[in-house]
């Protein structure tokens, strides 16, 4: 009898004790609520798919991003206060000049990419231009071709790094200049990918765009010199020779930009209102089986696996990430 009842005790409380004990774990496996993500806007098709595919796996998690270029996404945080759980940046220098140490404690570094010069069949002289005479059409004066803001995106100031570093690269005295002059100022526009559309509908014969952009959005494209194109970081010594002059943090103020590499970064915000939902999305996003196969897929280098300067750094990873993450600088 005695056995029986113990037996019957043990059906109906062991269930019980292990969900218990399992229910904290599974509440932590599946984070809820709205998820906010500031990005890049090149990063705009890519996350739009890794965002799909997380909310499948985590259907409790409403995902909202909101894309514009990188330095004027950090400083809505810094500056004027909205709120946000993960900012995402193509260039990681962003989320160090503006957000460490007082918005956030580390920068995940987690893409590359290049520049290159998008057209349609459309353009001028499209049917004639290639990585030899591009300078030259870009200097014809019925050739239409612009960039994005140098100020608040990336992609502008990387733009005219180019520029600079062709003039040095082909030994064309002036040529910066030449070019410059022929790029009137209404052609410089928020966003690298406003410019996309400017290009399909005819209004633009030529951008300046990141290449993953250009394969996402099916354009045509001039591949450049790696000496030129920012994408190379073995030739990061000569991009520093290119310096461009962007408005800082306060009014009337300015820092001076010098060429690297295009690498992206991604952070947590201190103050996330979702640190669970953000960790998650985090860790899917650099894992080699998720988020970094689709940049991969999308004409986006990834690294794998993704890096942080210092051990100090490493030391402040949230726990979900820090087997996706290596030391290097």
Known sequence: ??????????????????ALILY????QAAPTGKLTIFHAGSLTVPFAK???????KYPGVDVQREAGGSTKMARLISEVGKTADIMASADYKVIDNNLIPKFADWNVRFATNQ?????????RYSDQINDKNWYEILQKKDVVWGHSDQNIDP???RSIMVLQ????????????????DNRPQKNIRPKSVELVNLLKTGNMDYAWEYMSVAIQHELKFVTL??????????????YKQAQVKVTGKKPNTWITKKGKSCTYGITLIKDAPNPEAAKAFLSFLLSSEHGLKTLKEMGQPPFIPCRVPTQEMAAKLPSEIKSLVEVKN
Do not use: R
């Open 155 to 157: 992609c502008g100031y």
């Open 165 to 180: 570093l062709a003039e040095k690269f082909y030994n064309i005295d002036g040529l910066y200049q030449k070019l410059i």
């Open 50 to 56: 890794i965002e799909k595919a997380f909310e499948a």
């Open 225 to 238: 010199n790696d000496h030129i194109n920012l994408g190379n970081y073995k030739y990061d010594d000569f």
């Open 1 to 18: 009898m005695k056995n029986q009842m113990f037996n019957l005790t043990s059906v109906f409380i062991w269930p019980v004790l292990c």
């Open 24 to 27: 904290p774990f599974s509440a």
């Open 115 to 123: 520049l290159v010069l998008c057209y349609t069949d459309q353009s």
